[in-house]
């Protein structure tokens, strides 16, 4: 099995990037992350870390696919992912919905166990692992893992959990897959400017998909297939999300646009991943089940 170890980390997605390591089509690697703070935020009196010059939202990698091409769609089964034994959260008086109710930053480091974490004396919650970060590497110029796009990167969906299925663009020969920013539990929006920030270790399968037609970045997770979608504003995310999804159950269901549209509207949900990054992301979730029902197998 192939591992990428959590000293192979860049801040940008760039086909320039030296691979990391190299793997065939159809393998199983191991990325062991950091955390968004570069894991330089290890107590609650030092908010601001205790390295100099932290990488923002390190991802472990590149990956190069063996047979993957670009055109081609890069298949990342989410096998595992096992966060470390605790993690970090911050406010910031410069980004999130509410930076104006703090003057300074501030931190709270968070134990990790059993699936849980307390959050007071009176609240206990249940993890929910995803991935924040998860990119190819774009076909121009490289892109900074703080931001979404195309390709992926950070879009901050809190459906990329284990068990999830996500689909990405092969723009570069080998792909160039990077993984970071793990998120012990988030809610959608993640309002707040981040999750519950941990590092851990994520074990994929990665399939290149010859011939595969998917408007991605494209996720299957717990029943619905889902298009993702990154803009500068919410409404331009939701819309293109939407429009991907239409156009893709037009095809699944062999729909014209009116019938399409009706099932959408019947069955779609328009959800915020985040809106704290540069690019704001937004999903639309479709059943699965329903376009089964025409015959059609997800790849």
């Known amino acids: 099995m192939v591992v990428i170890g959590r000293d192979k980390v860049q801040d940008i997605l760039d086909k320039n990037v030296e691979p990391a390591a190299v793997c065939d089509s159809g393998e199983t690697v191991v990325f062991e992350t950091r955390d968004c703070y570069d894991d330089c935020v290890v107590s609650e009196e030092r908010?601001?870390?205790?390295?100099?010059?932290?990488?923002e939202n390190p991802a472990t990698g590149p990956l190069y696919v063996k047979d993957a091409q670009p055109g081609d769609v890069l298949?990342?089964?989410i096998l595992d992912i096992v966060p470390r034994s605790w993690g970090v959260m911050r406010c910031s008086p410069a980004a999130g919905v509410f930076c104006e109710d703090f003057d300074r930053r501030a931190a709270r480091i968070f134990e990790l166990k059993d699936g849980?974490?307390?959050?007071?004396?009176?609240?206990t919650l249940e993890l929910d692992t995803m991935i924040g970060v998860i990119g190819t590497a774009p076909a121009e110029a490289g892109i900074t893992t703080d931001t979404p796009e195309s390709h992926g990167g950070n879009m901050d969906c809190r459906k990329i959990v284990k068990g999830s299925v996500l689909y990405l663009p092969v723009n570069v020969p080998g792909a160039l897959l990077s993984i970071g920013d793990?998120?012990?539990?988030?809610?959608?929006?993640?309002v707040m400017i981040c999750g519950l920030e941990t590092g851990g270790e994520v074990t994929v399968k990665v399939t290149a998909l010859k011939d595969c037609r998917l408007p991605t970045p494209f996720l299957y997770c717990r029943g619905d297939v889902m298009t993702i979608q990154s803009a500068a504003t919410l409404d331009g995310a939701g819309d293109a999300a939407a429009k991907a999804m239409k156009e893709f159950v037009?095809?699944?269901?062999?729909?014209?646009?009116?019938?399409a549209g009706m099932l959408m509207?019947?069955?779609?949900?328009?959800v915020v991943c985040q809106v704290v990054?540069?690019?704001?992301?937004?999903?639309?979730?479709f059943p699965l089940k329903a376009l089964e029902a025409y015959g059609y197998k997800l790849p």
Do not use: C, Q, Y
């Open 277 to 285: 990054d540069p690019l704001k992301t937004v999903r639309v979730e």
């Open 75 to 77: 298949k990342v089964e």
């Open 250 to 259: 037009k095809t699944a269901a062999g729909k014209d646009d009116f019938e």
């Open 47 to 55: 908010p601001l870390g205790d390295k100099e010059n932290p990488m």
């Open 265 to 270: 509207s019947l069955l779609s949900n328009m």
């Open 182 to 190: 793990l998120h012990g539990l988030m809610g959608d929006g993640e």
């Open 116 to 123: 849980k974490t307390v959050f007071d004396e009176k609240l």
